[in-house]
C-alpha cells in the first residue's frame, strides 16, 4: 500500500503541486507586504485624503450605501500586485533555469 502511495504522488505530481502551494503562499505574503509597505504609502501621497478607502454613497434613507471606496481600493491593490507579480516573474525569466 505504501508503494501505491508513493507511485501516485510520483505520477500525479502531488509532491510538485505541495511545493507550488507552499512556496505560492510565501509569494504572496511578500507581494502583499511590498504592497502594503512601500507602494501604498507611496500612492497615499497622490490621493486625496487619507479616508478615501471609507468613500460611500448613501441608498436612500434606510442606511443603505455603496462602498465605492473600498472597491477602489480592491481595485488598486490588484493592480499594484498583479504588477508586482509581473515584475518578479519576467526577471524569473531572465535569469533562465538553474544549472
Excluded: C
Excluded at 19 to 42: D, H, R
Excluded at 44 to 61: A, F, I
Excluded at 77 to 82: M, Q, S, V
Amino acid at each position: 500500500m505504501l508503494a501505491e502511495f508513493k507511485k501516485f504522488l510520483v505520477e500525479t505530481h502531488a509532491v510538485a503541486l505541495a511545493i507550488g502551494v507552499v512556496v505560492g503562499a510565501a509569494v504572496s505574503k511578500l507581494v502583499g507586504t511590498l504592497v502594503s509597505g512601500i507602494f501604498m504609502p507611496l500612492l497615499s501621497l497622490v490621493l486625496p485624503g487619507g479616508s478615501w478607502r471609507e468613500w460611500k454613497v448613501p441608498l436612500g434613507s434606510a442606511g443603505n450605501a455603496l462602498a465605492i471606496g473600498e472597491v477602489l481600493g480592491a481595485t488598486v491593490d490588484f493592480l499594484i500586485i498583479a504588477w508586482v507579480v509581473y515584475v518578479v516573474v519576467q526577471k524569473l525569466f531572465k535569469m533562465g533555469p538553474a544549472k
